[in-house]
């Protein structure tokens, strides 16, 4: 079986899928904060006992604290099962949940600034990731959909376009092409981080 997970946003989303590829439970919860606390708790309410073989958990961008306690709860596991473990583009898990078109995905950063990357309709990356502001944003996409936590910045920056706020969901993991969830399980924060060591004197 194969457990995916992401905490990415804030949204808290598990699913387990069985040897043929099919969902055959899933926990879907938008907390905020909080993912330290219930994530393990809810994998363990949706395993009911069971273990997976392959664990696919999102490794971002999105929050700096919620993706490294997804990584952190997957490396955990997979010592524990003995699994294989991978990583997957939390913005392609958004993209996947809008899979046959062509999608544009803007999560909110910190500073004010997007998380945004455009994926084709059979869910392969269109563009490179970026972390902009949202007037650059929307001078960086073209696709008329764009879904997300920053969707709406994004679509009323551009001044046309449809938004639609989403939240990655892991019972669309396996809709990713193979590519984007067989990826390294480390942080991809797509920004540097807030807090900086001292240079020496």
Not at 8 to 20: K, N, P, R
Request: proline fraction near 6%; glycine fraction near 12%; charged fraction near 20%.
């Amino acid at each position: 079986m194969i457990l995916a997970l992401d905490t990415s946003t804030a949204a808290c989303t598990a699913a387990l899928f069985d040897g043929s590829g099919a969902c055959i439970a899933r926990r879907d919860e938008l907390i905020g904060r909080g993912h330290a606390e219930r994530l393990v708790p809810m994998i363990a309410e949706m395993l009911e006992g069971r273990s997976a073989d392959r664990i696919i958990v999102g490794v971002g961008p999105g929050s700096f604290t919620g993706i490294r306690v997804g990584i952190a709860a997957a490396h955990g596991l997979a010592i524990g099962w003995g699994a294989e473990l991978a990583g997957m583009s939390s913005l392609a898990l958004l993209a996947a949940g809008a899979s046959g078109t062509e999608v544009a995905v803007a999560v909110q950063g910190g500073h004010g600034e997007l998380f945004v990357q455009e994926f084709g309709a059979s869910g392969e990356q269109a563009s490179d990731l970026r972390n902009l502001p949202p007037a650059a944003a929307a001078a960086e996409t073209k696709a008329p959909l764009v879904i997300g936590s920053g969707a709406s910045q994004l679509v009323d920056a551009r001044g046309c376009g449809e938004a639609r706020e989403a939240w990655p969901a892991a019972a669309d993991a396996l809709r990713l092409p193979p590519q984007l969830r067989n990826l390294p399980p480390k942080p991809v924060y797509a920004r540097a981080p807030d807090a900086r060591a001292k240079e020496a004197a």
